[in-house]
């Protein structure tokens, strides 16, 4: 069986060192705000070529405190693509704000810098990006739009870690960027956890203290907090693995190139363009077929995922923007089939899954 995840293939390579930092946290009894979170934020921030980087517990807090740090009036319009994962909607709704849902581009299935004005009135005050599935977005207009609308530019890099647009890594364009560690992820921890940046020492500080209950000194609160603080274990965890980042990335991108080269035109490929260092956090393809091609994948021993079966609007949650008619986003959702490429994949193993893909009618 090809997997299409295994978490402990994934982290295996990195058993000496996790054991290793573990022992240390646990002798050092400091198990949140301490050391490990301070250097793991400095780390980060310069890997990202940011100033600055706010430890937290997942990268739906880091979109929501994002938007809390930003002070916006209640009920502002935030700009976001339609065809993203429920957590970037959901950080607009636990902030009080309205999300504004634009079409992707059918070709990056990243939000349509071209739809974007259309939907922008008095309301609006920010644009929330997703560089999905490891795809940076087309950056430079969004950031025009932003300039010349006085708009706020939030990035949600949840599976984006070291994606690079123009050879800028993403996270570093917005006011504020969000990060998720979650397990999965290019760049993932052992449990949950999330990190903002910014190059803003203001929202640095007021971020820091909305993580920790509204305070910077303990037991006096300066805002309405909350508690999702980045503990010292994933911290130490993240440590470890941030020195291997790159590594991971360009792994996966190998696999990338094979399954590119290999795949017939029958499907259709993720975008390539020079602009975009893709990170492949996923690779999909597409397909008219696809709950019939998956199924016979599953039966010649490939186990694959969809990102993501329902999107937002018709989520049962999400009944007051049901009626919203978004077909790009839809036809997504109906054919995307998100195929193995892990860091524990060997190329042998794409290569089969390739002859299987390319003898399917």
């Not at 390579?13 to 002798?27: C, Q």
């Not at 705000?33 to 980087?53: D, M, Q, S």
């Not at 016979?296 to 995922?305: A, C, D, F, I, S």
Request: glycine share 6%; aromatic share 10%.
């Amino acid at each position: 069986m090809i997997e299409y995840e295994n978490l402990k293939k994934v982290n295996q390579p990195y058993f000496k060192e996790y054991n290793a930092v573990f022992n240390t946290v646990l002798e050092s009894g400091w198990f949140i705000l301490g050391n490990n979170v301070t250097e793991f934020e400095k780390e980060f921030a310069y890997y990202n070529n940011v100033k600055y980087c706010v430890g937290l517990a997942s990268g739906l807090d880091a979109l929501t405190i994002s938007l809390l740090t930003l002070d916006l009036t209640p009920g502002s319009e935030i700009i976001v693509p339609s065809n993203t994962y429920i957590a970037t909607i959901l950080s607009i709704l636990h902030s009080g704000h309205v999300p504004v849902l634009v079409e992707p581009d059918i070709r990056t299935y990243n939000i349509d810098p071209g739809l974007i004005e259309d939907s922008i009135t008095s309301k609006t005050r920010a644009i929330m990006v997703v560089h999905l599935y490891g795809k940076p977005c087309d950056m430079d207009p969004i950031v025009e739009i932003c300039k010349r609308r006085n708009l706020f530019l939030i990035e949600d890099c949840a599976q984006a870690h070291g994606a690079e647009y123009k050879g800028r890594k993403v996270g570093s364009f917005g006011d504020m960027a969000a990060f998720s560690f979650y397990p999965t992820k290019n760049l993932g921890c052992l449990g949950d956890g999330g990190a903002l940046l910014t190059n803003n020492s203001e929202y640095y500080l007021k971020s820091r203290m909305i993580r920790n209950y509204g305070s910077e000194k303990k037991y006096y609160n300066e805002y309405i907090g909350m508690n999702s603080r980045l503990d010292e274990l994933q911290a130490a965890f993240l440590r470890v693995k941030l020195k291997d980042l790159n590594r991971i990335n360009n792994h996966k991108c190998e696999l990338a190139r094979v399954y590119l080269d290999g795949i017939s035109e029958n499907f259709i490929k993720p975008f390539i363009h020079q602009d975009y260092k893709d990170v492949y956090h996923i690779f999909n393809i597409r397909h008219e077929k696809r709950d019939e091609l998956r199924k016979y994948l599953l039966e010649n021993q490939v186990k694959t995922e969809i990102h993501y079966p329902v999107p937002p609007h018709k989520q049962k949650a999400m009944t007051f923007m049901s009626s919203r008619k978004l077909p790009i986003s839809e036809e997504i959702h109906e054919t995307t089939l998100s195929l193995p490429i892990s860091s524990f994949h060997e190329k042998t193993e794409i290569q089969k899954v390739i002859d299987l893909l390319n003898n399917f009618i």
